[in-house]
């Protein structure tokens, strides 16, 4: 039953809206999910905004969920995106959760730092490009240097993130930019990350807090 309602997905009218809105309410779980997992699907539907409150509230559909918030500018997802902040399973749903946080409080990431990361990340897969390492210094400057300080951070982190298609390079790059950052907000920010990662990534954390901890002091600090 879940799976047949589920294909209403590919029906975009008011009525099917309102379907699976009535749906999404039901007493039988496969039916109610089903119909979560039809609205979710883009285009999402803004009708649907009480319920994707209750799913984000689940700690289910994340990106489809910060989407929809970021999309029709839903600041009254505030609330629900602070708590959703404290039990997100890896990195990358909780870089999700907190961009959309930061976007709907007019705080969004400054474009020029994502700029820097997408950079470091470019060069450091193929620095044979001209000027690559002037370049690469220039991005590694402007993300030591940020003010924005949860932002340089968290860009940071996600450089030195050890995962699936990640130069060494990256790593480096974003661990020396963590260690050259002043080193007691980088530490607050670290071990501020909620408990719900999943083991390896709190292992990763560990790591990460160990070295940037016993890394000299920048001459900043």
């Known amino acids: 039953m879940g799976r047949i309602v589920g294909a209403l997905a590919y029906l975009r009218s008011?009525?099917?809206?309102?379907?699976?809105?009535?749906?999404?309410?039901?007493?039988?779980?496969?039916?109610r999910q089903g119909?979560?997992?039809?609205?979710?699907?883009?285009?999402?539907?803004?009708?649907a905004k009480l319920i994707?409150?209750?799913?984000?509230?689940?700690?289910r559909y994340f990106d489809e969920i910060c989407a929809a918030s970021l999309r029709y500018k839903w600041?009254?997802?505030?609330?629900?995106?602070?708590?959703?902040?404290?039990?997100?399973?890896?990195?990358?749903?909780?870089?999700?959760?907190?961009?959309?946080?930061?976007?709907?409080?007019?705080?969004?990431?400054?474009?020029?730092l994502i700029v820097a990361?997408?950079?470091?990340?470019?060069?450091?897969?193929?620095?044979?490009?001209?000027?690559?390492?002037?370049?690469?210094?220039?991005?590694?400057?402007?993300?030591?240097?940020?003010?924005?300080a949860e932002a340089a951070n968290l860009i940071a982190l996600s450089l030195a993130w050890?995962?699936?298609?990640?130069?060494?390079e990256s790593r480096a790059a974003g661990l020396w930019i963590l260690k050259s950052r002043p080193r007691a907000s980088t530490l607050e920010f670290l071990r501020s990350l909620p408990n719900s990662l999943q083991e390896t990534d709190r292992e990763q954390v560990a790591r990460i807090v160990e070295a940037v901890s016993k890394a000299p002091l920048p001459a900043s600090n």
């Open 117 to 148: 990361e997408n950079l470091i990340r470019k060069l450091s897969a193929d620095s044979s490009a001209a000027g690559s390492k002037q370049l690469t210094e220039e991005a590694h400057r402007l993300l030591i240097e940020s003010d924005v």
């Open 14 to 31: 008011k009525e099917a809206t309102g379907l699976l809105l009535r749906l999404a309410e039901s007493d039988d779980r496969r039916i």
């Open 162 to 168: 050890r995962r699936f298609k990640v130069t060494q």
């Open 52 to 59: 994707y409150f209750r799913i984000l509230k689940d700690h």
């Open 75 to 112: 600041q009254a997802m505030l609330p629900v995106l602070q708590e959703a902040m404290f039990a997100p399973s890896s990195l990358r749903e909780y870089r999700v959760l907190l961009t959309t946080r930061r976007t709907l409080e007019d705080k969004a990431i400054p474009e020029s």
């Open 35 to 47: 119909a979560e997992y039809a609205l979710v699907q883009r285009p999402l539907r803004p009708a």
